[in-house]
């Protein structure tokens, strides 16, 4: 990966891309990491505090700040907890920060303090300090939400990137990219009439069935930002291991199709905000499905493909016509395009 | 160079402007560059225009070639 | 059809495909002229299916990558000169400049927005009276059409703030330039574009060239199904324009488009990157409609592009393929690239790059 020369941040460095990879890697890992920060966890598991807790943090800065099915503070509440689920952790506690702008309706925060709250009710987690700060205008975007959360492991499994194995199956636990989609269609500068929500949910009733695979479990990651080949691709470059897709075993929404094929936005790189990527162990690829059975969270769950010693490091996916092609990481800003 | 998708035309919203319908996905389009098009009709519609109106039978014709080359491949495989 | 169907009907063609190519003593090269296709192509993942003696390579039907670098300079110096707000395709944001492309504009604190319809543009244009509101206006015939629609209702509507930089061009004038080249044996014509121009005026690649072309859609089963029919006219030297693409695109195209674009906008020489000056190739606004012409009411001083010598756009712009390029996946990526080759999602470079044909 070439070395971050940007002299000034771009939007692109947020994105979850490669640029945000650079960022990371040249310029925050060289100066904080002392042991637990290198791995790039999305939520880390601690040791010597007694039980194993699980610790994650977030910030959430999307526009709009109210989207189809969901706002800023309820995708806040569950995207903190979806890191700790992928962590094979019940979310218990929350922190909450805000930094809001000067100006800002309180009839928006007081909607967003309610999505909040019945959120982590939903989520099962309580929310236990917090801090507010205000700025002037021009200072942020109408509000940032910061959560941190804290998570109980309770089960043996401990999914991780070295347990995947050539073989292992990957399942994601239902259609993608609803949440990046239905955010893009909803975009001001557009006019668009849709259904499509986002699918922001708490996972943790997913993994929970899923850890009775035991150590048949062997990886967990929510795919967010980059979409569902972000997250494809980590997996790859985790392991150096190939990654093998089926195109027509993708779950996807026929809104996201129409959207994709519209705005010209590859669905595979939409974010989703309550869905997961799951690598189990081969052969137990309908145990898991059947585990997810019946939990709405996991709705169209499936089997998508598998760890393979061909292309190392590589996700290929076998088209619906037949072809083979490379799943690129996606890299910064998503865009639409007309051409 | 230029994206554009099949939208189905759901209603006739004003002067030269109707909104169409994919998947779900609906937009209001300007309707000036095909005045032919008549509600239930099939647009090629880029960056919010109607450009044409879809030939159905010559999409038929074109499916119904597909599926006589997929029969044909299947048969031939069979062999 | 199901996708049973789908995967059999294509490996169908790709069997004649193959059949046609091994019947030919030559190398076939076939230029993709839009690059809709090229971004088809790949995401399909067709060219797994093609043998080694068939090659398809870009053309210049890339409106971001033809685009010369100092039209990012100038909307950016107009942005900055005259305090206005640039409205763009989302295609466009991230095309280097000299200075760094309009996404490094926007981080600065510029003023871009994104669209999807130039109707929207308009809209901005209103929402922001009377702050100059420029439109870039990047695209072929498929969406020139649509500007014109727009600035025709601007007028109506006595938008006064909204302007268009143009950058737009016209598809016969490269096309006619590059079919003279010898080791190109037939063209994957644009299917959009010929929606509004029509399949019948590309006669000329047979008349004065020799060479076949096929008007083709964008599914892939359309895709293969042309690009058999052009290597069979290839392999066999009998070269025809076929419009496979029937169910959108009429002989004579559309007429109301075609009088739109008549009525708003004229032929003037335009510069392409990698081909340079092509005389009549692009489009100005004329008449009354030339009061939203950025270039003329918003004017500055915009210092000829430098580019980097050895960027290679140009040659792949004309059917190089992006390895004979030294920057290639090296200094040039998608996230830090050279030349717009690499920027557009259907530049070929960019192509090759994230669907792995390194």
């Known amino acids: 990966m070439a070395r971050n020369t940007a002299t000034k941040i771009q939007l692109g460095h947020g994105g979850g891309g490669r640029m945000s990879g650079r960022l990371i890697r040249d310029l925050i890992l060289p100066r904080l990491d002392r042991g637990y920060l290198g791995s790039l966890p999305d939520s880390v598991v601690l040791s010597g505090l007694g039980d194993s807790i699980a610790y994650t943090t977030d910030s959430y800065v999307v526009s709009p700040i109210f989207f189809p099915g969901g706002n800023i503070g309820s995708l806040a509440v569950h995207g903190t907890c979806n890191d700790l689920a992928c962590s094979a952790a019940r979310p218990v506690f929350l922190s909450l920060g805000l ?16 999505s909040i709250a019945e959120a982590a009710d939903s989520a099962g987690v309580e929310i236990v300090t917090g801090d507010t700060k205000v700025v002037p205008k021009g200072s942020a975007d109408k509000i940032f939400i910061n959560t941190s959360g804290i998570g109980k492991i309770e089960s043996p499994v401990r999914p991780s990137p070295g347990r995947i194995s050539v073989g292992d199956r990957i399942i994601v636990s239902g259609s993608v990219g609803n949440h990046g989609m239905a955010v893009m269609l909803s975009r ?48 790859a470059s985790l392991t150096g291991y190939g990654i093998a897709i089926d195109e027509s075993a993708i779950p996807l929404d026929k809104s996201v199709v129409a959207a994709s094929e519209i705005l010209g936005i590859d669905p595979l790189q939409a974010a989703n905000e309550g869905k997961i990527v799951a690598v189990v162990e081969m052969g137990m690829d309908q145990v898991a499905l059947d585990l997810m059975e019946g939990c709405w969270q996991a709705r169209g769950a499936a089997v998508i493909g598998g760890v393979t010693r061909e292309h190392p490091s590589r996700v290929v996916l076998t088209t619906r016509v037949g072809g083979s092609r490379v799943v690129a990481e996606p890299s910064g800003e998503l865009l639409p395009r007309i051409c | 160079m230029c994206l554009a998708v099949p939208m189905k035309l759901i209603e006739i919203t004003g002067e030269g402007t109707g909104k169409v319908d994919s998947g779900g996905v609906r937009t209001d389009v300007v309707l000036s560059m095909v005045p032919q098009a008549g509600l239930g009709d099939y647009l090629i519609i880029h960056a919010g225009f109607g450009i044409e109106v879809l030939d159905e039978e010559e999409a038929h014709i074109r499916l119904d070639l597909f599926r006589e080359l997929a029969e044909a491949y299947r048969a031939q495989d069979e062999l | 059809m199901n996708a049973g169907n789908e995967s059999r009907a294509a490996a169908a063609l790709a069997r004649d495909i193959k059949e046609l190519c091994g ?20 995401a399909a993942g067709l060219k797994s299916f093609f043998p080694p003696n068939l090659q398809l390579v870009s053309g210049p039907g890339c409106p971001v990558c033809v685009t010369e670098k100092n039209f990012i300079d100038q909307a950016v110096l107009i942005a900055k000169e005259y305090d206005a707000c640039l409205v763009t395709f989302g295609d466009l944001v991230r095309v280097p400049g000299s200075f760094g492309s309009l996404a490094t504009f926007r981080s600065e604190g510029g003023r871009v927005r994104v669209v999807y319809s130039p109707m929207d543009a308009m809209g901005i244009a209103s929402e922001l009276s009377p702050r100059p509101t420029v439109f870039l206006g990047i695209g072929f015939e498929t969406t020139v059409p649509t500007i014109a629609a727009t600035i025709k209702t601007a007028m109506t509507m006595g938008i006064d703030n909204f302007f268009v930089l143009s950058a737009f061009k016209t598809i016969h004038p490269p096309l006619k330039i590059l079919a003279a080249k010898k080791d190109l044996n037939g063209f994957l014509l644009p299917g959009h574009v010929s929606a509004i121009i029509g399949s019948d005026c590309y006669h000329y690649l047979v008349d004065d060239f020799g060479k076949p072309g096929v008007v083709a859609g964008f ?13 069979r006219m290839a392999v066999f030297s009998t070269p025809q324009i076929i419009n496979d693409y029937k169910r959108v695109v009429r002989g004579n195209g559309n007429a109301a488009a075609l009088a739109m674009t008549g009525e708003v906008f004229e032929a003037c020489d335009a510069s392409w990157r990698g081909l340079g000056v092509i005389r009549g190739s692009g489009l100005t606004l004329k008449g009354p409609y030339s009061m939203f012409d950025a270039n003329t009411h918003l004017p500055v001083d915009t210092p000829p592009a430098q580019d980097d010598p050895r960027c290679r756009c140009a040659a792949v712009l004309t059917g190089s393929t992006p390895d004979t390029c030294g920057l290639f996946g090296k200094e040039c990526i998608p996230d830090d690239p ?6 557009s999602s259907e530049g070929t470079c960019a192509a090759y790059y994230k669907y792995g044909e390194r």
């Open chain 3, 23 to 42: 019947k030919a003593s030559f190398p076939l090269r076939i230029m993709e002229v839009c690059g809709t296709h090229t971004m088809a192509i790949h």
């Open chain 1, 188 to 235: 001001a500068e557009f006019s668009f009439d849709f259904e499509l929500k986002s699918d922001s949910a708490s996972v943790w009733p997913v993994v929970e069935r899923l850890l009775e695979l035991g150590p048949g479990l062997k990886f967990l990651r929510d795919p967010t930002r980059g979409g569902l080949a972000a997250t494809l691709n980590e997996i």
């Open chain 3, 219 to 231: 599914e892939p089963l359309d895709i293969l199904l042309a690009i058999q029919d052009i290597l």
């Open chain 3, 338 to 343: 050279v030349g717009p080759c690499m920027v």
């Open chain 1, 99 to 114: 930094i809001l702008e000067e100006g800002f309706p309180m009839d928006q925060l007081e909607t967003i303090l309610h």
